[in-house]
């Protein structure tokens, strides 16, 4: 059974930092690209950051939307299934559920269409 286990959202205040865990199951994501979409009252989906499969590198390829650019990086670890996003310097803009999807290519991921497999989400709070 296909499934991604997100986890790692929580309330933090401005500036503070927060690291996303997705995991996940049923098959190797390593063959995947991986994005990060969030949820806000303003967008339905966006992607946030995406990272591309079938790369034996330490310097993944990558694509961040601009509004975490410098603030966010998205890395994953193969042995583990699991992909991460790494946010620091929060904004209250970027309070929403995130969840983590799996589609063929990069491109799709960016292009927030055609990925394969969704997770459910894991909220965060940026608020004082």
């Known amino acids: 059974q296909v499934q991604f286990e997100e986890s790692g959202g929580d309330l933090v205040q401005p500036g503070g930092s927060l690291k996303l865990s997705c995991e996940a199951g049923?098959?190797?994501?390593?063959?995947?690209?991986i994005g990060w979409y969030r949820r806000t009252p303003e967008k339905e989906r966006e992607a946030v950051a995406c990272?591309?499969?079938?790369?034996?590198?330490?310097?993944?390829?990558?694509y961040y939307v601009d509004s975490v650019k410098g603030r966010f990086t998205i890395s994953r670890d193969d042995a583990k299934n699991t992909v991460y996003l790494h946010m620091n310097n929060l904004e209250p803009e970027d309070t929403g559920l995130y969840f983590c999807?799996?589609?063929?290519?990069?491109?799709?991921?960016?292009?927030?269409?055609?990925?394969?497999?969704w997770g459910e989400g894991t909220p965060v709070t940026v608020s004082t």
């Open positions: 990272i591309k499969g079938e790369e034996r590198t330490s310097s993944p390829t990558t």
């Open positions: 999807a799996a589609g063929f290519y990069l491109t799709d991921c960016v292009k927030n269409y055609g990925m394969e497999y």
């Open positions: 049923g098959f190797s994501s390593s063959f995947y690209a």
